[in-house]
C-alpha cells in the first residue's frame, strides 16, 4: 500500500507543478503579447527564472520518483500495473508537449528594438540550454 501511495502522490506532483508552470506562463503571455520595453522583458527574466528552477526539481523528484515508482508497481502488481503507467505516463507526455508549445511561444514574441531582441533571445537560449539563469 505504501508504495502506491508514494506512486499516486509522484504523479499528482508531477502533473500539478507543470500544470502551476502553464498558469504563470499563460499569465505572462496574456499580459505580454510583445517585448515592448525594459519592464516586460524583466517580467520574461523573472518568468524563466522560475521555470527554470521548476525544471530542475522535476527532474530531481519527479522523472526519478516514476522512474522507481512505476517499476515498484509494475513489479508489484504485474500486467495491472503496467497498464496503469503507461496510461499516467501516457498522460504526462502530452502534457509535455502541450507545455512544451507553450514555452516556444512564450520565446516567439515580437520585440520593440533590436537590443531588446538581442536580450530576450539571449534569455530565450538560456532557458533552454542551460540548467540554471545566468542573467
Request: glycine share 6%; aromatic share 12%.
Amino acid at each position: 500500500m505504501i508504495i502506491e501511495v508514494f506512486v499516486v502522490a509522484i504523479y499528482v506532483g508531477a502533473i500539478l507543478v507543470p500544470w502551476w508552470s502553464l498558469l504563470q506562463l499563460n499569465r505572462f503571455l496574456a499580459e505580454t503579447s510583445a517585448i515592448a520595453d525594459v519592464a516586460c522583458l524583466d517580467r520574461f527574466k523573472a518568468v524563466v527564472r522560475v521555470q527554470m528552477f521548476l525544471a530542475l526539481v522535476y527532474m530531481a523528484v519527479f522523472n526519478v520518483g516514476v522512474v522507481f515508482g512505476s517499476l515498484a508497481l509494475v513489479s508489484r502488481h504485474g500486467m495491472q500495473g503496467l497498464v496503469i503507467m503507461l496510461l499516467l505516463n501516457t498522460v504526462l507526455f502530452f502534457f509535455g508537449r502541450y507545455h512544451k508549445r507553450v514555452e516556444v511561444k512564450t520565446c516567439s514574441l515580437e520585440c520593440a528594438s533590436l537590443d531588446l531582441a538581442k536580450e530576450y533571445q539571449s534569455v530565450g537560449k538560456t532557458w533552454v540550454k542551460k540548467a540554471l539563469p545566468d542573467f
